[in-house]
């Protein structure tokens, strides 16, 4: 049995072909599945009987299995999937305004190892196939759809963000066609401003992607000078910041949006200081010459979640406001995350937490109740260990 939500469109033409049916095809198939969340091939009426009686025998449109769902007080939900084998990965609900954020995981755990993410602290287990990715996207639009009663054509998820769990850049070859499914206009049809992956910094896979499918791109960068970045993100004694930043400069001659995002971990006496603000801002403003050249971007602060192991705090608000004063005085967009769905440790940084003991997904999945599952703002004070994941 094959699964198509392995396939951006392109792919299941191809596939289409070799069952013998015309791509177009494939094009019908693709719009059942992605736009109307149909996965049973008898429900597809504009597909000939004889094409729907192969789909049942050799296709399959499979979901993933919810081990928990929670419902934060701001609306947040955070769906934890078991992915088999003992492996759990999450997807995170952003409802605001006018938009819904979907932030989508592409591993399960990450090789990465940053110093404050759970994630990095649980270890890498696996990639996750295009299937899964797809697969995050495909179960929260049509779940939401339907709780939302939205009418056909109306979208819950409007924007993406690979800000799961994983690196996005060391799963390439899955990503690239999720996020093609994500863009395509008989599929969920978002715009490439509206879908951002987010790295630590994979310098060659920056460029791949720039040449391949050029979406709005995030940058973690988190310290303003090699030594720091070394410890924090340990990918950059392969990857060191003026060459991560020569790719983001390359990568904005094709992106969908004349800048970068910064993204940058505010972590209590580490990275917070004034004088780290001024070297981030030298960094980034450059002076236009050669010797520093700068990069067309926004920051953005994200407040620490914490997580015991990490031995790290969140910066003092203030703290944080003082940092963002001196980028802003300089002429750098600068914003500060509002941490969301903190209730539920759905927030930046907190979603490994959930599945860092691998062992007890299956026990959680039996406890979990049904959906909908708002917890008590207590949750935490009541000894449950807040664990950093991601997203706000
Ligand atoms: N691996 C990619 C994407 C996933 S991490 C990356 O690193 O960019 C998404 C974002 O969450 C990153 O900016 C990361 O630095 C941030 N993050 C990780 N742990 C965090 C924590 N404990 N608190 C706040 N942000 C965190
Ligand atoms: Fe991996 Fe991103 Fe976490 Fe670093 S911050 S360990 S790259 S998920």
Redesign the pocket.
Known sequence: MVNLLQFDRGALAEWCEQQGEQAFRATQLFRWIHQRGERDFAAMSNLAKSFRDKLVASAEVVDLAVASEQVAEDGTIKWLFDVGAGDAVETVFIPETGRGTLCISSQAG?A?N?R????GHQGFSRNLTTAEIVAQLWHAEFELRRRLGLREGERAITNVV???????LQNYSQLVPALRTMLDDHGYGLSRRRVTV???GVVPMIDRLRDDCPVAL?V?L?APDDALRDELVPLNRKYPIAELLASARRYLERAPRDFITI?Y?MLDGVNDSPAQAEALLALLHGDGTAAAPGLACKVNL??????AA?GLKRSPAARVAAFAAVLQDGGIVTTIRKTRGDDIAA????LAGEVQDRTRVVERRARAAPVRVALPASRRSAGEPVA?????
Do not use: D
Not at 302 to 307: K, L, Q, T, V
């Open positions: 990450c990465v940053c404050f993410c759970a994630t690979m800000m799961g769990m994983g690196e996005p987010s790295t630590s995030a973690s988190h993204e971990c994200i407040p620490f979640n914490p997580f990490s927030a930046c940084g907190q950093p994941g991601r997203r706000s």
